[in-house]
C-alpha cells in the first residue's frame, strides 16, 4: 500500500463547519469511487505511454553521461504515471499545461515527438527549442504545452495566467499548472492561490510530491506536508492522490476536470509519487537510503503495477515484450537523431531575441 | 550484442572521476536500475546506474582507480542470451563457437566510431578556465607563508572563522546544512557549529531573504546563501528595498549588517534562465556593497570582510571557479580591505580592467599578449561597489589605454562604467578609445557551439587590446 494512503488525514473537522464550504467534496468524490475503468487497448495505449517516458530518461541520463548532454538534467523516472494519468483526462485541442524544469515527462505524455525533445537536450538545431532551450526550456505552442520553466514556483503563477487567458477569452480550456513539494514552499504560489480562487479561474493545480525538494524531505521543509491541504486558506478544494497508480490518477483528474470545467474554480490536486534518480545528474542523494528507492521500485512502480493490470487483463508476456521492443526502438531512433542532428548555425545566435526589429 | 559502459559524467564540470568501488562483479546479471558503480568527483560520491540489462562480462577499470578520464569503457555488459564470458578477450577460446569471436570483434569497431562520431559536446565555458598565476597582493604582509586552496575551501574557511569570532553569525539557505551546499561551499559548516546556526530554509527565497534582512536589523550578523544568484531574483526586493536603503532612510539609526552570497554568472550549459551576472544590477544601487573576486585569497579576505562590515554586501561568486586551486596566505586572521582594486600584473602597454572570472582570461590574454611584445597590465576590481576608480584612473595614466574584460552582458555594465569614468576623469590620459569585451548581447543559448559564440574568450581581450594598441 502507498504509504500516503496509510497516514490520509481522516476528517478536518475546523473546515466542516461552513456548510458550503465544499473543500472535501472531490476527495470525497474519489474516494467513493478510486479508479478509472480503462478497457484493454486504453490502458496499453498508457502503458505504452509511461514506458516511452522511463526509456526516454533512461536513455537521456546514458547520453549525459557520456557528454552528449550537458548542464542540469532532471529525469522523471518513478513519476511517469502523473503525466500520463491526468495528461490523458485533458482535451488537447484546448487545455493548457505547464511545469517546472522536470519537464521531459510532460512533453511525452502530450505525444510531443520524443525525436526534438532529445535533439534539444543534445543542443542540437532540429530541436524543439533549435537547440536554445536545454532540457529545462522546451516549449509547444502547438500542442499548448507553455513550458519547461528553470526558476522554482514561476509556472505556478504563469498556469494562471495561462486560466486567466481561458477564461478571458471563453475558450472552454483548463490550464494545469504542475509543481513540485518544493516549489510549493514559494510565496507566488499562494498570491496565485488567493487571486485564481477569487476569480474562479479554471485551473488544476498539481503538486507532484515525489518526497524531496533536492535534497531535502518535506518534513524538513514543510509545516503542513499534506499539501492538498494548502488550498483551504483560499478555499480550493483539495485532492489526494496516489500518483503510483495510473488508474487513480485518471480517475481523480476527471473529478477534477468536471468540477473546474463547471466554471467552480481551481482544483488542487496532491500526487504522492517518488523519483528515482537523483534532483539532477550531478546530485548524489545521500539524503536517502538506497534500500528507500529499492523498497519504492519493489512495491509501487507504475509501470510494474499497470504490467501487472494488464497480464490480468489477459495481455501476454510476449506483447508487452512486443510493445518494450518497439519503445525501446523508438529511443533508439530519437536518441540517433539527436546525435546526428548538426548544432545550430551561428547566426541562431542572434535571432529570437526581440521579435520586431527597431 | 555487446554494450560497452563507460566512465559517464555525473556533473556539468566532470571530466575525470575515481572509480572508487564496483558493486557488481563478472557474471553477476543486472536490470536497468541497477547499481553498478561508485564514483567520485570533486564534489561527491554518486552512483551509476545500469540501464540495460544483461550480465556483466568483463570489468576493465578496477575499483580503486583515479582519474579515469569520461567515456573510457570501464566495462562491458552481455545483452540477454548472450555469453558474457565472449566479451572477455579477443582470444576466446575456439570452442565458444563462431558467433562469439564476431561479437568480440564488433564490439570494439562499435566502440571506437561511436568515439568519433559522438564527440562529447564542449562547453563554452571551458574557454572560461585559465591556469595564469597571479601577482603577489601588496595587501598580504612580505614572508607569509603560502599554502593552496580552492577557492570553494577559502569561502568555507572564511565563514568558519568568521562564526567562531562572532557568535552572531549564522549561515542560512537552501541545501546549506545537511546536504553541505548545493556546491559544498558550506561543507562541515553543520557539524561544526549545528542547526541554530547553520539553517536549511525552504525553496522560499523572498521568504528567506526576508527573514535574514530582519535578523540584521534585529542585531544578528546573517549569512544568507543564494544557491545562485538567478534565485536570488525571487528575492531581490528584499536586497534593495529592505537591506540596502534602511540605513539611509532611518538616518543612519537602523543598519542591515548582512552578507549575501552564492555563484554568480554563467555557469557550464545551463542555460539562459541559470546563466547571468548580476554585478551591474547590485552594483547599481546606493546603499550596496557589492564584491565579486577572483582567487582563493580574494575571497577568503574578502568574504571575512564582508561579514565583517556592518553595511548590507552582496558577495558574488563564481561556480566555475570553486574548484580552482590557488595560493592562499597563511594568516591567522586574513582580512582584505573593502572597495581596493588589486593589480594582478604589471605592464606598461595597455591596461586590461576585469574582475571574477574574467579575470583569469586577461591574465591568459595577457600572456598572449606577452608573446607578440605587447607588455599588458591586469587589474582586478574585486570590489564592484565601492569601485576604486583611483586604481583604474592610476593605471590608465600609465599606459594611456584600456580595455574592459567582463563575462556579463555589454549593454549597462560595469564595462560601461569604467568607460565611462575614464573619459569623465582621464579623458586627457587616453591616446585610444576604451573598448569593452562582454558576452554576446543575447541570452545564454543552450547550444554548446552558440554558448561559446556567446561567452566571452581570451582571444577576444587579445583583438580588444590589438585594436586600442593600433597593432
Known sequence: MPKAKNDAPVAETAAVADENFALHSLQEALEADRRYTANKEELLHLYEQMLLIRRFEEKAGQLYGLGLIGGFCHLYIGQEAVAVGLQSALDSAKDSVITGYRDHGHMLAYGIDPKVIMAELTGREAGISKGKGGSMHMFSVEHRFYGGHGIVGAQVSLGAGLAFAHKYREDGGVAMAYFGDGAANQGQVYESFNMASLWKLPIIFVIENNQY????????????????????GFRIPGMQVDGMDLLEVRKAAEIALEHVRGGNGPVLMELNTYRYRGHSMSDPAKYRSREEVQGVRDKRDPIEHAKAELMEMGVTEESLKEIDKRVRAQVAVSADFAESSPEPNPTELYTDVLVESY | ???????????????????????????????????????????????????????????????????????????????????????????????????????????????????????PAESGTANLASEIKTARDPEVPHGTNMKTSTVRDALRDAMAEEMRRDPRVFVMGEEVAEYQGAYKVTQGLLAEFGPTRVIDTPITEYGFAGIG???????????????????????????????????????????????????????????????????????????????????????????????????????????????????????????????????????????????????????????????????????????????????????????????????????????????????????????????????????LPYAANLEKLALIDAGRIVEAVKKVTYR
Open chain 1, 213 to 232: 525538494a533536492m535534497g531535502t524531505a518535506v518534513s524538513r521543509s514543510s509545516a503542513e506536508t499534506h499539501f492538498h491541504r494548502r488550498g483551504t
Open chain 2, 213 to 443: 534582512t530582519g535578523a540584521a536589523m534585529g542585531g544578528l550578523r546573517p549569512v544568507i546563501e543564494f544557491m545562485t544568484f538567478n534565485f536570488a531574483m525571487q528575492a531581490i526586493d528584499h536586497i534593495i528595498n529592505s537591506a540596502a536603503k534602511t540605513n539611509y532612510m532611518s538616518g543612519g539609526q537602523m543598519r542591515c549588517p548582512i552578507v549575501f552570497r552564492g555563484p554568480n554568472g554563467a555557469a557550464s550549459r545551463v542555460g539562459a534562465q541559470h546563466s547571468q551576472n548580476y554585478g551591474p544590477w547590485y552594483a547599481n544601487v546606493p546603499g550596496l556593497v557589492v564584491i565579486a573576486p577572483y582567487d582563493a585569497s580574494d575571497a577568503k579576505g574578502l568574504l571575512k570582510a564582508a561579514i565583517r562590515s556592518e553595511d548590507p554586501v552582496v558577495f558574488l561568486e563564481n561556480e566555475l571557479v570553486y574548484g580552482r586551486t590557488f595560493e592562499l596566505p597563511e594568516l591567522d586572521d586574513h582580512v582584505l580591505p573593502i572597495g581596493k582594486a588589486r593589480i594582478m600584473r604589471e605592464g606598461k602597454d595597455v591596461t586590461i580592467v576585469s574582475y571574477s572570472i574574467g579575470v583569469g582570461l586577461a591574465l591568459e590574454a595577457a600572456e598572449t599578449l606577452a608573446g607578440e611584445g605587447i607588455d599588458a597590465e591586469v587589474i582586478d576590481l574585486r570590489t564592484l561597489r565601492p569601485l576604486d576608480k583611483e586604481a583604474v584612473l592610476a593605471s590608465l595614466a600609465k599606459t594611456n589605454r584600456l580595455v574592459v574584460a567582463e563575462e556579463g552582458f555589454p549593454v549597462c555594465s560595469i564595462a560601461s562604467e569604467i568607460s565611462a569614468i575614464c573619459m569623465e576623469e582621464g579623458f586627457d590620459n587616453l591616446d585610444a578609445p576604451v573598448v569593452r569585451v562582454c558576452n554576446e548581447d543575447v541570452p
Open chain 2, 1 to 119: 550484442m555487446a554494450i560497452e559502459l563507460k566512465m559517464p559524467a555525473l556533473s556539468p564540470t566532470m571530466e575525470e572521476g575515481k572509480l572508487a568501488r564496483w558493486l557488481v562483479k563478472e557474471g553477476d546479471t543486472v536490470a536497468s536500475g541497477d547499481i553498478l558503480a561508485e564514483i567520485e568527483t570533486d564534489k561527491a560520491t554518486m552512483e551509476f546506474e545500469s540501464i540495460d540489462e544483461g550480465t556483466v562480462g568483463k570489468l576493465l577499470v578496477a575499483e580503486g582507480t583515479e582519474g579515469v578520464k569520461v567515456g573510457t569503457v570501464i566495462a562491458i555488459l552481455a545483452g540477454e542470451g548472450e555469453d558474457a564470458s565472449a566479451s572477455e578477450a579477443p582470444a576466446a577460446s575456439a570452442d565458444q563457437g563462431k558467433e562469439a569471436p564476431e561479437q568480440v570483434k564488433e564490439g570494439p569497431e562499435q566502440g571506437e566510431k561511436p568515439a568519433e562520431d559522438k564527440k
